[in-house]
């Protein structure tokens, strides 16, 4: 059951490849909450001093970290990347490691490409990947769905992002709370 319980001070946020040209092509109705939910998870990762990773997948040609989400990302260094899976570049796999955090929180695109093949690897790796199901796109649902059920099949955790962020806030009435309840309305 302990892989189900998440706390702050074993979590990281590995934000992937939120970026122009990849995020214009995403599944249009479900772009907003996905901008909403990363924000509200960054947030949340902020707020509690969590480790926070980003990935941009060669951004010469992706473009760089959309422009809703880099201000909030603003200090994080953006970590190019090559390979599809972060745990296969070098540089995210020692930002990862250096984190020395058990839970990984995932969201990003495409989640049945650059997600779930970081997913795969960090379970093979040891590690307890906790998918934010609300908080990954594809270009098409029917991809973004499997992804999610293969994730889960392997072992990922697939929890949206409140059930993420109450869970680190753990309970209401602490200045954690009274800082992030507002994102939740």
Do not use: W
Request: charged letters at 25%; aromatic letters at 6%.
């Amino acid at each position: 059951m302990n892989k189900f319980f998440i706390r702050p001070e074993d979590t990281a946020l590995l934000v992937i490849d939120i970026q122009e040209r990849l995020y214009a092509v995403m599944e249009k109705e479900l772009k907003p909450a996905l901008v909403k939910n990363n924000a509200i998870l960054t947030r949340t990762a902020q707020t509690f001093d969590m480790p926070v990773v980003v990935s941009e997948q060669y951004p010469k040609g992706l473009g760089p970290t959309i422009t809703e989400m880099a201000e909030l990302l603003s200090g994080i260094p953006k970590i190019e990347k090559l390979c599809f899976s972060c745990f296969k570049d070098e540089p995210l796999k020692k930002a990862i490691v250096d984190a020395e955090r058990k839970n990984i929180v995932i969201t990003g695109i495409e989640t049945h490409v650059c997600v779930l093949q970081t997913v795969l690897d960090l379970l093979d790796a040891g590690y307890n990947p906790v998918v934010a199901s609300d908080a990954v796109l594809s270009r098409n649902a029917s991809d973004r769905l499997a992804a999610i059920q293969a994730m889960r099949d392997a072992g990922a955790v697939i929890y949206p992002t409140e059930t993420i962020s109450f869970m680190l806030l753990e309970k209401a009435g602490t200045p954690e709370f009274r800082q992030l309840s507002p994102l939740f309305k």
